[in-house]
């Protein structure tokens, strides 16, 4: 079992940026490739970013390629996600998962979640 927690979510305005990051509850994090979620009010969750575990390889939903990074610390045991040139339609929940077994941005791949952070952009 995996515990992950998000932190960095807030308010920014449109054109802003914001740094998250979600830290595992265990030292086996390089087991695992890990992801980023979201889900805005009255829509489904959805694919963000991924990241292979060693890092080497990412890949990232079509709506935040060349604004948004993905990065991990396998020595700190961290995972970041970078926002620059935030817009208001990324107002949404933002989770951090878990995947132990392949490289994926199916959400049926990931076996652990974050309870999710709060990212707002007001326009």
């Known amino acids: 079992q995996v515990q992950l927690v998000e932190s960095g979510g807030g308010l920014v305005q449109a054109g802003g940026s914001l740094r998250l990051a979600c830290t595992p509850s265990?030292?086996?994090?390089?087991?695992?490739?890990m992801g980023w979620f979201r889900q805005a009010p009255g829509n489904d969750r959805e694919f963000v970013a991924a990241?292979?575990?060693?890092?080497?390889?990412?890949e990232y939903a079509d709506s935040v390629k060349g604004r948004f990074t993905i990065s991990r610390d396998n020595v700190q045991n961290a995972m970041y996600l970078q926002m620059n040139s935030l817009k208001p339609e990324d107002t949404a929940v933002y989770f951090c998962a878990a995947d132990q077994v392949g490289f994926t941005s199916a959400i049926q791949g990931y076996d652990y979640w974050g309870q999710g952070t709060q990212v707002t952009v007001s326009s």
């Open positions: 990241i292979s575990k060693s890092g080497e390889r990412t």
């Open positions: 265990r030292r086996t994090f390089t087991r695992y490739t």
